[in-house]
């Protein structure tokens, strides 16, 4: 009979076959005995919260203030002694508040101050022309007023983004205000953040972590929230901070924030500071 | 003769059964072990094993809790005598203020020839990126692609004859 193969192939398919068995045994048992069967997962704790939500249970429009029709015009004097208080815009309507000389003016559009006449606003600012010039005067928000003050040529340019925060703290007793600018200003800035605070990390016995104060910059916004140095931060807006990922997650949604309420511990003691972001 | 002969057969048998009998995905879990140790954890959608290589999509990462990083496909094909990883479309959480957000694509590579070296090759949002990463003496030397986008990143640069470079040790 004619065989198939030859003796020596079977052979060496036999070799190789058990080669192959014995390689597969070994990394068998090298992944029953060392290797995992299963992933390690992250799972995601749930960030911080707002703790109430602001309803609103007046009509869609408030109504306009009050407006003087008749045109305020005061003349002489310099631009940089106007200082911008309020803008009120909508689609009809542009009334601004405006201080010089220690007393306040409500203007409209058209409305004059010193010479220098309303002509638009946004949000943030407004524009006056005086002899074909016109100036960009921002909402006052810090205390050097010179440098809320910028002539522009166009006035639909808009301002570059400041490195500088901008915006401020306003104490309103027990319950401070925080600018919203500001909070988006450090929540797209966590460089700036680290510039102004020092947060240190904490271990307690039971592995769980805490965040210190370790130092607040003289003058810095967060100087005025009411945070010491040494002042351990407990939870924010009901969130326990005892992780890098609580922590991080609060800071990663403070801009979507309206209220913000703040438990630390300062000399044994907890005690709770509310703020309201506007 | 046939003694060579038999000697090649069982090399060649045992090489490939070494690398497709590997049990990548368990190998894969032991790194992820290993790397939770260090507080970084990897949460991926999909792990798929095939005869040389592994791949895995959608790899969130996590360093201490925090999700600091996204990569859409990890890939690791390895002969053993050479290997490649490629990493794509690695996106980094912004909020970190990190310079390079977006990473295109990188590329590791080891040779048997050059067996404590591997090279390095990232394509980022600021510049390209060629490297070495010695890992003999421990050193990691990045040559960076001159772009203005490097301007942000500069002071942590040295620069030599080849042009600007990063370089450290771990």
Known sequence: ?278 | MQMVKNIVIIIVVVWFGLVAFMPKKALYYRLEEELAKQDIKLNEKLIDESLFSLRIEDVNVYVKGINIASIREINLFTLLFYSHLSIDEVNLDSSLGMLAKDIGRSDIFHSISSPTNLVVDVNSSIAKVDGLVDLAQRKVRLDIENSPNIKMIRPMLKKDEKGWYYETNF
């Open chain 1, 1 to 278: 009979m004619k065989q198939i193969f030859k003796p020596q192939m079977i052979k060496y398919m036999w070799m190789v076959l058990l080669t192959a068995l014995i390689i597969k045994a070994i990394w068998f048992v090298i992944a029953l005995v060392f290797l995992p069967t299963s992933s390690i997962e992250h799972i995601e704790e749930q960030g911080g919260k707002p703790l109430y939500y602001r309803v609103k249970l007046s009509p869609n429009k408030a109504p306009p203030p009050p407006v003087t029709k008749k045109p305020t015009v005061v003349t002489g004097g310099d631009i940089k002694d106007i200082k911008l208080l309020a803008i009120y815009n909508a689609s009809d309507m542009t009334i601004v508040t405006v201080e010089f000389g220690g007393k306040t003016r409500v203007l409209s559009k058209g409305d004059k101050v010193k010479g220098f006449a309303l002509q638009s606003a946004t949000k943030d600012w407004a524009i006056f022309s005086k002899q074909r010039k016109t100036y960009k005067i921002t909402l006052a928000k810090s205390k050097n007023s010179d440098k809320m003050i910028t002539p522009v040529t166009k006035v639909a340019t808009p301002k570059t983004k400041s490195t500088k925060p901008e915006g401020e703290i306003v104490d309103g007793g027990k319950l401070k205000i925080i600018d919203k600018s500001l909070i988006e200003h450090f929540a797209s800035n966590l460089n700036e953040v680290n510039k102004n605070i020092g947060i240190r990390t904490i271990k307690g016995a039971d592995g769980k972590i805490g965040f210190g104060i370790s130092f607040i910059r003289r003058g810095s916004p967060f100087a005025k929230l009411g945070v010491r140095r040494g002042d351990i931060i407990k939870s924010v807006n009901g969130q326990k901070i005892d992780s890098y990922n609580a922590a991080f997650g609060v800071y990663k949604n403070i801009a979507n924030i309206t209220n913000l309420s703040m438990v630390i511990e300062r000399n044994k003691e907890e005690m709770e500071l509310e703020y309201e972001v506007n």
